[in-house]
C-alpha cells in the first residue's frame, strides 16, 4: 500500500474528475451505465482544509422550521388524466427522486439543477399521493448540493404520536475541497425545513456519498454512506515520502485492484449522534448502498471489491439495532472481474417473514457492460443468501429498487435500453415455499422512451413509484401509485 500512496497525486494530476450530475448525462447518455476508471473515481481533490481526520458525534438538529430560502424559484405540483403526478421547479433539470411513506402521508424529494447550482426540493401528499403541495426547498445554502441519480438525496419518515410524521432529508453537498453528508426535518408535513446540518461523522476530509438511510420503529435514523478519508491519508503519507526522498523517489506501478480499492470505507452512523463507524473496506467507490431496518435488525447491502478485484455485493447484518455488525458476506459469487466501476448498486428489502431480498445488477456473462443484467436473492436467516434469479428485463438493465407490497409480493423496478432509448422496467416476484422466485408483469405507470432512475416506496394502497420523466432538453419527476 505504500508503494500506492506514493503514486496517488500523479494519478490525481492527470485524471481529476469533473463535477458533472447524472442528470446532465441523462438526454445523451443511452448506455444504461456510466464506465468510470478506478484511477478516476479515486481522484476527488484531496486539499487539505486543517481539518482532523477524525469522527466527531453531533445531536440531532433543531426541527424548529426555518424560513423558505429567499432564492426559491417557482415549483410545481400537477396531476395528469393517466393518474400521473408530475412535480418540477421551473427552469431547471429536475432528477435524482427518492420517496418515503407513512400511512397517508408520501413525501418526494429530488434534486433541481442548473448549469451551476443544484438544490433539493421536496413535496408531500397527506392523501396517499393522489395530490401533492407546492414543492418547497430543503437545502438552507443555495446551490450547495451534489447528487446523482446513484446518490439521491435520501428521504425518511419519523412517525409521531398523534400527529404528522418528522420529514428527514439527507443528501450530498461541496464542503471546500471535500464533500459532506447534510440533514433537514421538516415537523409541519413538508412546509418548512429545518437549517442543514452535517450527519454526524460525515465532515471529514475528502470524499464521500452514495449513501442510504432507513428508520425504525423508535424513530432513529440510520445512515450508510461510502467514504475516501482514507485518501487523504495516502496523499499526506505521498507528501512526507517526497519530501525525503524527492525527485529520486521511484515511480509506482498500478498496483493490485483490491489493494486500491482498499482505500474506500463503508460508513454507518445514526442521527442522534452516537457516532459513525466503518464497517468495511475495499467497496466500490461509485455504486449506490441499500438500507433497511426491520424490529432489531440492519441490514445493508453494496458492492464491494473482493479480492482478485471481483464487484460483487457484500452483505451484513447487525441485530442489535446497529450496535454490533456480522462479518461481510457474498451475497452471491458472481464473480464480476473488472477494474473500474460501473454507478449501478443494489437494494434490499425485507418481507413480513423477515426474509432479506436484493436485487442488483451484473452482466449476464460475468464479463461485458454491454449485458448487465438484474439478479434477485433471497436469504431466510439473514445470513446466507439462496442462488441467484434472473430478473426477466428488456433490454441491458440498471438501477433497481425493491420494496414489499400490500399483497405479499416484492415490487421491482428498473430502468432498461430498449431500441436504443431508455425506459422503466417493473415487476413483481413471489417466493415459494421451496426458495424458487417466480416474477409477474406489472403494467408501467409511463411508457415514455427517456424514462430513468425508478424510486419505490410501500405504501397502504400499494407501491408508490417515483422516476425521472424527459421533457426536450430538461426533466421532470412524475410520481404514480402501483395498485
Same mark, same amino acid.
Given at each position: ?37 478506478? +484511477? ?6 484531496? !486539499?487539505?482544509?486543517? !481539518? ?14 426555518? !424560513? ?40 418526494? /424529494?429530488?434534486? !433541481? ?48 404520536? #398523534? ?26 408535513? =413538508? ?63 498500478? #498496483? ?5 480499492? =482498499? ?19 475495499? @467497496? ?51 464473480? +464480476? ?12 428489502? @425485507? ?30 436467516? =439473514? ?7 434472473? @430478473? ?21 423496478? +428498473? ?9 422503466? =422496467?417493473?415487476?413483481?416476484?413471489? @417466493? ?34 417515483? +422516476? /425521472? ?15
Amino acid at each position: 500500500m505504500a508503494g500506492f500512496q506514493s503514486y496517488l497525486p500523479r494519478v490525481l494530476k492527470r485524471m481529476r474528475l469533473q463535477e458533472t450530475s447524472d442528470e446532465q448525462q441523462a438526454m445523451s447518455d443511452t448506455r444504461g451505465w456510466r464506465t468510470v476508471a478506478l +484511477w478516476a473515481f479515486i481522484s476527488v481533490p484531496l !486539499a487539505h482544509s486543517g !481539518a482532523q481526520n477524525t469522527v466527531t458525534p453531533s445531536a440531532t438538529p433543531s426541527a424548529t422550521p426555518s !424560513a423558505t430560502p429567499s432564492a426559491t424559484p417557482s415549483a410545481t405540483a400537477r396531476a395528469t388524466t393517466s393518474g400521473v403526478t408530475v412535480l418540477s421547479v421551473d427552469g431547471r433539470t429536475n432528477a435524482n427522486p427518492t420517496v418515503a411513506v407513512a400511512g397517508n402521508v408520501v413525501a418526494v /424529494v429530488w434534486s !433541481a439543477a442548473t448549469t451551476s447550482s443544484m438544490d433539493i426540493f421536496a413535496a408531500v401528499s397527506t392523501d396517499g399521493g393522489t395530490t401533492f403541495g407546492t414543492p418547497v426547498q430543503v437545502n438552507s445554502v443555495v446551490g450547495e448540493a451534489r447528487v446523482s441519480g446513484e446518490e439521491p438525496p435520501r428521504v425518511a419518515m419519523v412517525p409521531r404520536k #398523534g400527529g404528522t410524521p418528522e420529514i428527514v432529508v439527507v443528501w450530498k453537498a461541496k464542503a471546500g475541497p471535500n464533500f459532506k453528508l447534510l440533514q433537514a426535518r421538516s415537523v409541519d408535513g =413538508g412546509h418548512r425545513f429545518s437549517p442543514s446540518s452535517p450527519v454526524p461523522g460525515s465532515a471529514a476530509e475528502g470524499a464521500r456519498g452514495w449513501q442510504s438511510i432507513a428508520v425504525d420503529a423508535r424513530g432513529r435514523v440510520s445512515v450508510l454512506w461510502l467514504d475516501h478519508r482514507g485518501t487523504v491519508a495516502a496523499d499526506s503519507a505521498h507528501k512526507h515520502a517526497m519530501a525525503i526522498a524527492g525527485p529520486a523517489a521511484p515511480p509506482m506501478p498500478r #498496483g493490485d485492484p483490491t489493494e486500491r480499492a =482498499g482505500l474506500s470505507e463503508l460508513y454507518f452512523a445514526t442521527l442522534d449522534g452516537t457516532g459513525a463507524r466503518s464497517l468495511a473496506k475495499s @467497496v466500490c467507490y461509485c455504486c449506490k448502498t441499500s438500507l433497511v431496518v426491520s424490529g432489531a435488525n440492519v441490514y445493508a447491502v453494496w458492492r464491494h471489491v473482493f479480492p482478485g478485484g471481483y464487484r460483487d455485493m457484500g452483505y451484513t447484518i447487525s441485530r442489535d439495532r446497529g450496535k454490533t455488525f456480522a462479518p461481510l458476506t457474498r451475497v452471491s459469487e458472481d464473480l +464480476w472481474k473488472f477494474d473500474g466501476c460501473p454507478d449501478n448498486g443494489p437494494s434490499i428489502a @425485507v418481507d413480513p417473514s423477515q426474509r432479506a431480498h436484493v436485487v442488483w445488477p451484473t452482466p449476464a456473462d460475468g464479463k461485458t457492460m454491454s449485458d448487465m443484467a438484474l439478479f434477485y436473492a433471497v436469504s431466510r436467516d =439473514g445470513s446466507t443468501f439462496g442462488p441467484r434469479t434472473r @430478473v426477466p428485463s428488456q433490454g441491458p438493465a440498471s438501477h433497481p429498487q425493491i420494496v414489499p407490497s400490500t399483497d405479499g409480493s416484492m415490487v421491482v423496478a +428498473w430502468d432498461e435500453i430498449v431500441d436504443g432509448a431508455r425506459r422503466l =422496467g417493473m415487476t413483481r416476484a413471489r @417466493v415459494a415455499p421451496s426458495g424458487a422466485v417466480t416474477f409477474e408483469a406489472v403494467a408501467l405507470p409511463e411508457n415514455t422512451p427517456g424514462a430513468w432512475y425508478p424510486a419505490l416506496a410501500a405504501s397502504p394502497r400499494g407501491v408508490v413509484a417515483t +422516476w /425521472v420523466r424527459p421533457m426536450g432538453k430538461s426533466s421532470t419527476i412524475g410520481v404514480a401509485t402501483l395498485r
